[in-house]
């Protein structure tokens, strides 16, 4: 800026020489004077020219820099607020989730537990039914046995009984038998004394 405002300077004060030096009748410092008055007064409203614009530039920029400020901290807060919304968002999202999870998981265990429990009263249950079985098959089986018992007992007693007759009818028979053979011996007993006799008489 410095450097334009001298160059400018410059150039006004070599324009006022040369326009000068074509007047007659004036001296060469007087003519001097005057363009470097003329140059002067040219520099300083080129300089206030100047200074205004850049002030009106500067003002410009600031108001630009000032509203892209402000587009920033707008965009900013609505990008923080956006942001919050979708964290809010998330941290609902996956409060939702949790408790949906935990809802399945109760459910889950719930349905375990009743599987369960339907399990241990479904083997209670059979295991009743089996030790039912057992008791009526143990009395069924006492049953058999027994009356196999009692009929062994009485084909036992009837065997005894029919050995008994048996043997008391051999005996019986034995005695028949040998009371008879002992009647024969002795009639041959007699018969043979009798021989004898008659010899001893002869």
């Not at 200074?51 to 820099?65: I, L, M, R």
């Not at 919050?84 to 809802?103: F, G, I, L, M, Q």
């Not at 889950?108 to 399990?119: D, L, P």
Request: aromatic share 0%; proline share 0%.
């Amino acid at each position: 800026m410095r450097k334009s405002m001298i160059f400018l300077f410059v150039s006004l004060l070599g324009i006022a020489i040369s326009g000068c030096e074509q007047k007659q009748g004036e001296g060469p410092a007087e003519r001097a004077g005057k363009k470097i008055d003329a140059a002067a007064e040219k520099a300083g409203e080129t300089a206030k020219q100047a200074a205004d614009a850049a002030k009106d530039t500067a003002k410009a920029a600031a108001e630009a820099t000032g509203k892209a400020v402000e587009k920033t901290g707008e965009a900013v807060k609505a990008a923080a607020q956006n942001t919050a919304e979708a964290a809010k968002d998330t941290a609902a999202a996956a409060k939702d989730t949790a408790k949906a999870a935990a809802e399945a998981t109760g459910k889950a265990v719930e349905k375990t537990g009743e599987a369960v429990k339907a399990a241990a009263q479904n083997t209670a249950e059979a295991a009743k039914d089996t030790a039912a079985a057992a008791k009526d098959t143990a009395k069924a089986a006492a049953e058999v046995t027994g009356k196999a018992v009692e009929k062994t007992g009485e084909a036992v007693k009837a065997a005894a009984q029919n050995t008994a007759e048996a043997a008391k009818d051999a005996a019986a028979a034995t005695a028949t038998a040998t009371g008879k053979a002992l009647e024969k011996t002795g009639e041959a007993l007699q018969k043979s004394g009798e021989a004898v006799q008659q010899k001893a008489a002869q």
